[in-house]
């Protein structure tokens, strides 16, 4: 924990988030009960995309935790990101002594944003060296993974959290406040999907099963099983689906196209799909007596809303600040953050049940 003087800028910064807070209602609320002046130290391992496009410019704008540290397996990444970011040598940290970050005091939170194949293991070992734990979705390769996790993070009593963003998103907040609270009625259909046309590098791991996990599914389509699940507030029991491949050369070893149907208890109609071949993020949702719709739905630069065919009108904000400082301030009051390892275990489950059914081509329960 390091203590730190506000500067100008801080204070402008801190101010809009603390509006955003206000805006979000009792869910952040707890922002407001932190101390500005003491922020809690994060070790970003694996300093790739996610890392160096959102997360450390994110942090520049939080409140209640700081970039302290890294862990990078490359030197030149290590002497850049130590001059730009100023971070002191003793924090930095490579894939070989990485385990020595349990004796640094500065680092309270490791947060692992690497290929899927090596979350569990960068999970576990940041927990048994003592470190509160953020993992980047998809939390793991399967859902045995994803409780392995879960239990070392508990053996070790320390708080697991899951890169969902969404959860502290101002439009997104509000669709799950318009579901879950039945505002026009019981929600009667879902239409949602999210993806993207790859056009990168044939070689690289997300392309590759044993680091990937799978496809669009696995990196796409979670959001769309989240969007389902926190419109309804409710879990899916079962699930059918099926694929399409039009690049097969280059979606060798995973899904391109899915589409599946999920079943749950209230018999509402749930269509989900994902893509590495087609530019989607929408989340369409009809009740008894009204609508309401995001598009788009799950990126980072800025979601639309509509309410009945009107626009939503709701501010976007830094969604990776806003959850890192939701999990600092679960870690300083102890508390369980609502995107747990659980969280990420539910979406997991689906995914398993997915590729079950894709192989079986029939409908699978989700267990
Ligand atoms: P990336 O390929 O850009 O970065 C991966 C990093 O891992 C690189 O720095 C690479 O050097 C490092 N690495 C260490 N060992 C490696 C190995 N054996 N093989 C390959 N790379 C290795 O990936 P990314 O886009 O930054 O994604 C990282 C994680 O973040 C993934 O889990 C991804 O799903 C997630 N992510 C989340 C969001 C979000 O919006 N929440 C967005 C993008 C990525």
């Given at each position: 924990m390091k203590t730190k003087r506000l500067s100008r800028r801080d204070f402008i910064l801190n101010s809009t988030i603390g509006a955003s807070a206000l805006l979000l209602g009792p869910a952040l609320s707890a922002l407001a009960l932190t101390k500005p002046d003491k922020r809690l130290g994060i070790a970003l391992v694996g300093l790739g995309g996610y890392s160096s496009g959102q997360l450390a410019p994110a942090l520049q704008h939080t409140k209640n935790c700081y970039l302290a540290g890294i862990v990078t397996g490359t030197p030149a990444k290590a002497k850049s990101w130590a001059a730009k970011y100023s971070i002191p040598q003793k924090n930095i940290y490579n894939y070989q002594n990485f385990d020595n970050i349990a004796r640094n005091p500065d680092i309270d939170i490791i947060y692992v944003v690497l290929p899927v194949s090596m979350h569990k293991e960068y999970t576990i070992r940041a927990a048994r060296a003592g470190k509160h734990v953020i993992c980047e979705k998809p939390m793991a390769l399967n859902a045995a993974e994803c409780r392995e996790m879960i239990a070392a993070c508990k053996k070790a009593n320390r708080l697991l959290s899951i890169g969902y963003r969404l959860h502290f998103e101002p439009h997104t907040l509000e669709v799950m406040r318009l579901g879950q609270k039945q505002v026009f009625g019981k929600v009667t259909k879902i239409d949602t999907g999210n993806g993207f046309t790859y056009n990168g590098d044939?070689?690289?791991?997300?392309?590759?099963k044993a680091m990937a996990g799978g496809g669009g599914l696995m990196d796409m389509g979670i959001y769309a099983i989240q969007g389902a699940r926190y419109t309804l507030g409710q879990e899916p029991i079962a699930v059918k689906a099926t694929q399409q491949k039009t690049r097969p050369q280059l979606f060798k070893e995973v899904d391109e196209t899915v589409f599946w149907e999920l079943k749950f208890a209230g018999g509402q109609k749930v269509t989900g799909k994902s893509s590495y071949n087609n530019d989607w993020s929408y989340l369409q949702v009809e009740a008894e007596k009204g609508n309401f719709e995001l598009q788009p739905a799950y990126g980072y630069n800025g979601l639309n809303g509509k309410v009945n065919g009107k626009p939503m009108h709701i501010p976007n904000i830094i969604q990776q600040a806003a959850q890192m400082d939701d999990f600092a301030t679960c870690v300083q009051l102890k508390k369980q953050s609502r995107v747990s390892g659980e969280e990420g275990l539910m979406d997991m489950k689906v995914v398993d049940a997915i590729y079950r059914s894709l192989d079986s081509g029939q409908w699978v329960n989700i267990v």
């Amino acid at each position: 924990m390091k203590t730190k003087r506000l500067s100008r800028r801080d204070f402008i910064l801190n101010s809009t988030i603390g509006a955003s807070a206000l805006l979000l209602g009792p869910a952040l609320s707890a922002l407001a009960l932190t101390k500005p002046d003491k922020r809690l130290g994060i070790a970003l391992v694996g300093l790739g995309g996610y890392s160096s496009g959102q997360l450390a410019p994110a942090l520049q704008h939080t409140k209640n935790c700081y970039l302290a540290g890294i862990v990078t397996g490359t030197p030149a990444k290590a002497k850049s990101w130590a001059a730009k970011y100023s971070i002191p040598q003793k924090n930095i940290y490579n894939y070989q002594n990485f385990d020595n970050i349990a004796r640094n005091p500065d680092i309270d939170i490791i947060y692992v944003v690497l290929p899927v194949s090596m979350h569990k293991e960068y999970t576990i070992r940041a927990a048994r060296a003592g470190k509160h734990v953020i993992c980047e979705k998809p939390m793991a390769l399967n859902a045995a993974e994803c409780r392995e996790m879960i239990a070392a993070c508990k053996k070790a009593n320390r708080l697991l959290s899951i890169g969902y963003r969404l959860h502290f998103e101002p439009h997104t907040l509000e669709v799950m406040r318009l579901g879950q609270k039945q505002v026009f009625g019981k929600v009667t259909k879902i239409d949602t999907g999210n993806g993207f046309t790859y056009n990168g590098d044939p070689n690289a791991w997300r392309l590759k099963k044993a680091m990937a996990g799978g496809g669009g599914l696995m990196d796409m389509g979670i959001y769309a099983i989240q969007g389902a699940r926190y419109t309804l507030g409710q879990e899916p029991i079962a699930v059918k689906a099926t694929q399409q491949k039009t690049r097969p050369q280059l979606f060798k070893e995973v899904d391109e196209t899915v589409f599946w149907e999920l079943k749950f208890a209230g018999g509402q109609k749930v269509t989900g799909k994902s893509s590495y071949n087609n530019d989607w993020s929408y989340l369409q949702v009809e009740a008894e007596k009204g609508n309401f719709e995001l598009q788009p739905a799950y990126g980072y630069n800025g979601l639309n809303g509509k309410v009945n065919g009107k626009p939503m009108h709701i501010p976007n904000i830094i969604q990776q600040a806003a959850q890192m400082d939701d999990f600092a301030t679960c870690v300083q009051l102890k508390k369980q953050s609502r995107v747990s390892g659980e969280e990420g275990l539910m979406d997991m489950k689906v995914v398993d049940a997915i590729y079950r059914s894709l192989d079986s081509g029939q409908w699978v329960n989700i267990v």
